[in-house]
């Protein structure tokens, strides 16, 4: 049976890159997002495309989710949800609907899509769920809060997917990049120590998946960073600008 894998957020610069990764070591890859045009001509550059294939996907179709899932041209072994928005915090601070954009995209898109994927996954027994989260959510800092906070929920809804599935012999795994060189974070001032690029990262998650970890900081030195940073004194941290 050939391997297969669901990306859903293909377009995103991780999940292109992912999708690739996993096209080289030989899987079916099944690319979903908004934008099928976009992605049509990024594939159409890459040297391997008869495993390659596009379908369209809106995170915010709530309704639709479970009937998109069920008349896919084939049910994945692994679904990789690498979907997400940055925002702007200030904005979202002043707008409603900017907030309202960034928790749905980062938490109740991935959330209702997930649900159905995990309930097949359950009955059949078998399948895996990779969930791209942030070190963000981490800590709530003033900087980017209200995406931190999504991407908190989001890794506290893949725990407790992870516990349920377990018995089912279904795998979740929580993946927390750091600072990547995407689109996403285009025009941010970011200390290439703790940068890393999409395709390094897409390899560092591949290895994870083969070795099906639990939650995996994709540049190492962030769960140190991460951990410093949830060790400060709620006393001291609320005077911090970060």
């Known amino acids: ?47 391997d495309q008869s495993r390659a294939s596009i379908v369209s996907f809106d995170a915010l179709q709530f309704s639709s989710h479970e009937a998109w899932f069920n008349s896919l041209p084939f049910k994945p072994e692994i679904t990789v949800c690498a979907f997400g928005m940055l925002g702007d915090q200030r904005q979202a601070e002043q707008d409603w609907m900017s907030a309202k954009n960034i928790l749905e995209t980062n938490y109740i898109g991935a959330v209702s899509i997930l649900n159905v994927v995990a309930e097949y996954y359950e009955q059949q027994k078998h399948g895996m769920i990779v969930g791209i989260s942030s070190v963000a959510g981490d800590r709530g800092r003033q900087s980017n809060y209200l995406y931190g906070s999504a991407k908190a929920g989001f890794s ?7 516990n349920r599935l377990f018995k089912a012999g279904v795998h979740v795994l929580t993946v927390k990049p750091g600072f990547l060189r995407t689109k996403m974070t285009a025009g941010l001032n970011l200390p290439p120590m703790l940068t890393d690029e999409p395709e390094r990262a ?10 099906k970890r639990n939650v995996v900081y994709v540049k190492p030195v962030w769960f140190l ?18």
Not at 202 to 211: D, F, G, P, Q
Request: aromatic share 8%; net charge positive.
């Open 156 to 162: 506290e809804y893949l725990s407790g997917l992870r």
């Open 202 to 211: 897409a390899r560092r998650i591949y290895n994870a998946v083969l070795r």
């Open 1 to 47: 049976m050939e391997k297969s894998v669901l990306i859903l957020g293909g377009n995103s610069d991780l999940g292109f890159a992912l999708g690739k990764t996993f096209l080289n070591n030989g899987f079916k890859v099944l690319f979903a997002t908004r934008d099928v045009t976009e992605l049509s001509n990024r594939i159409s550059q890459l040297t």
């Open 225 to 242: 960073i991460m951990l410093i940073i949830k060790s400060i004194p709620e006393i001291i941290f609320k005077r911090l600008k970060l």
